[in-house]
């Protein structure tokens, strides 16, 4: 549980990092 808990904070940082090309909407509608 840890490690995907470490994995999806990981994804939700790189989301934001990248929020400015618009992958972050793309990513959470593959997530959610």
Not at 10 to 24: D, F, R, S, V
């Amino acid at each position: 549980m840890a490690v995907l808990y470490s994995i999806f904070l990981g994804l939700l940082k790189l989301t934001e990092e990248q929020n400015n090309a618009g992958i972050n909407t793309d990513v959470q509608q593959a997530l959610f």
